[in-house]
């Protein structure tokens, strides 16, 4: 069962998630796993709702994390959608055999996984389009900024993932 804390987050998550055309550039600031889940969802949403690619980079794709139900199902709405979800795992050596999120990623057209290596860091985010975007500043404590509609900074995320993507590329391209 829900609690008010979670309630609460829930409805300021809708609340600025909007309609497509009405989304709102109010940052939000979260510190809790659960919380994180419902960012990343309603991302998610949104990306299917305004037809809009999905890029993420992240250390090892929790299994804790996104192997929940709904992020497995919302990322299999973007892909169906025809958008592309391209994810970027920075620890090389994270096992994503049993992880279902990657599975659902790699075995799609439309998705993509590359692993990255210990030499280049980079911030953890989650980006849809160039507006919507949940970005962690402190990873070990759950701490992001999450908005759904501020240009700059989602286009800043975005030529992050696209800068680490063409260093990656196509050496470390997952297709197990």
């Known amino acids: 069962m829900a609690n008010n804390r979670t309630d609460f987050f829930v409805k300021l998550i809708n609340d600025c998630k909007g309609k497509k055309g009405e989304r709102s550039s109010r940052l939000i600031y979260n510190a809790d796993i659960e919380h994180a889940k419902v960012a990343v969802e309603a991302i998610l949403d949104v990306a299917v709702e305004d037809e809009k690619d999905v890029c993420i980079v992240t250390d090892s794709l929790r299994k804790d ?69 949940r970005l962690e500043t402190d990873h070990n404590q759950t701490k992001a900024t999450i908005s759904f509609n501020n240009e700059s900074m989602g286009s800043c995320l975005l030529a992050e993932f696209n800068r680490l993507k063409s260093i990656f590329e196509p050496n470390q391209a997952i297709k197990e």
Request: aromatic share 8%; hydrophobic share 40%.
């Open 65 to 133: 994390f996104y192997s929940n139900l709904a992020l497995v199902s919302k990322v299999k709405q973007v892909l169906a959608s025809q958008h592309k979800v391209g994810i970027i795992v920075l620890d090389s050596e994270t096992d994503l055999t049993n992880n279902a999120f990657a599975n659902v990623v790699k075995d799609n057209k439309y998705g993509s996984i590359l692993r990255g290596d210990k030499k280049n860091s980079a911030p953890h985010f989650i980006v849809a389009g160039d507006r919507v975007f």
